[in-house]
């Protein structure tokens, strides 16, 4: 169960699991660990929490916000990485679980989360490449009083929202697949039931994101 060489931050097999996948899975199952991989997870989660709060700040006119308004996304930054890395260790665990309870999978915590850390970097490209839809459709537009905008203005947000709805189809696709391959290799079972364990992991990382999200009143701000 350990790897065969001495674990390794694997950059090449990082780039090739978005277009190889298995090939990229099989190999960093047998050459990285957990603590390589949550290096990459607490690296790629500031990552997003940073552009995360610079897009809420740039769209402050958009969203209706002021400076103070700005000033407390930008405070609460940190509450928002922190809980979204215990999303991250929830979803691992849980697929985990599911994967041997409930598919008859190896139910290896510490693989699933490695290889799963492994994605992280593939959220975040999603969550940015979103994060800049929106930013450029939307920009100039003010939300808050959207009854008033022109013709020209509510195409761009038609136009906008037609993007941003495609990115989001696309981009939760990709990442379900990849996803599914990383749960699939770390726990030996088939892409189908990897797809069903990860569907039931991140609704339980989603519930437990949006209860600790409300008890901390943690203003979001645009984390897609």
């Given at each position: 169960?350990?790897?065969?060489?001495?674990?390794?931050?694997?950059?090449v097999d990082l780039i090739r699991l978005a277009y190889a996948p298995l090939r990229a899975f099989t190999t960093l199952y047998l050459?990285?660990?957990?603590?390589?991989?949550?290096?990459?997870?607490?690296?790629?989660?500031?990552?997003?929490?940073?552009?995360?709060?610079?897009?809420?700040?740039?769209?402050?006119?958009?969203?209706?916000?002021?400076?103070?308004?700005?000033?407390?996304?930008?405070?609460?930054?940190?509450?928002?990485?922190?809980?979204?890395?215990?999303?991250?260790?929830?979803?691992?665990?849980?697929?985990?679980?599911?994967?041997?309870?409930?598919?008859?999978?190896?139910?290896?915590?510490?693989?699933?989360?490695?290889?799963?850390?492994?994605?992280?970097?593939?959220?975040?490209?999603?969550?940015?490449?979103?994060?800049?839809?929106?930013?450029?459709?939307?920009?100039?537009?003010?939300?808050?009083?959207?009854?008033?905008?022109?013709?020209?203005?509510?195409?761009?947000?038609?136009?906008?929202?037609?993007?941003?709805?495609?990115?989001?189809?696309?981009?939760?696709?990709?990442?379900?697949?990849?996803?599914?391959?990383?749960?699939?290799?770390?726990?030996?079972?088939?892409?189908?039931?990897?797809?069903?364990?990860?569907?039931?992991?991140?609704?339980?990382?989603?519930?437990?994101?949006?209860?600790?999200?409300?008890?901390?009143?943690?203003?979001?701000?645009?984390?897609?």
């Amino acid at each position: 169960m350990q790897p065969k060489h001495a674990p390794r931050l694997d950059f090449v097999d990082l780039i090739r699991l978005a277009y190889a996948p298995l090939r990229a899975f099989t190999t960093l199952y047998l050459t990285t660990n957990l603590q390589r991989a949550l290096a990459l997870v607490l690296f790629f989660s500031i990552v997003s929490t940073l552009v995360s709060t610079a897009v809420t700040v740039d769209m402050a006119e958009v969203l209706g916000y002021d400076t103070m308004d700005a000033l407390e996304v930008a405070m609460q930054g940190f509450v928002n990485w922190a809980v979204s890395l215990l999303a991250f260790m929830i979803f691992g665990v849980t697929a985990a679980l599911v994967a041997k309870e409930v598919f008859g999978g190896r139910g290896e915590k510490s693989s699933t989360l490695t290889l799963v850390g492994y994605c992280y970097p593939a959220y975040v490209l999603v969550s940015i490449i979103l994060l800049v839809v929106f930013d450029i459709g939307f920009e100039g537009l003010d939300i808050q009083n959207a009854q008033d905008w022109t013709t020209d203005e509510v195409d761009q947000a038609l136009a906008a929202g037609a993007a941003l709805l495609v990115a989001s189809v696309m981009g939760i696709v990709w990442l379900l697949g990849v996803t599914s391959r990383a749960v699939s290799v770390a726990n030996d079972i088939s892409m189908g039931e990897a797809a069903l364990t990860c569907i039931l992991a991140v609704l339980v990382a989603g519930i437990v994101y949006l209860v600790v999200g409300t008890v901390m009143r943690l203003p979001l701000g645009l984390s897609f």
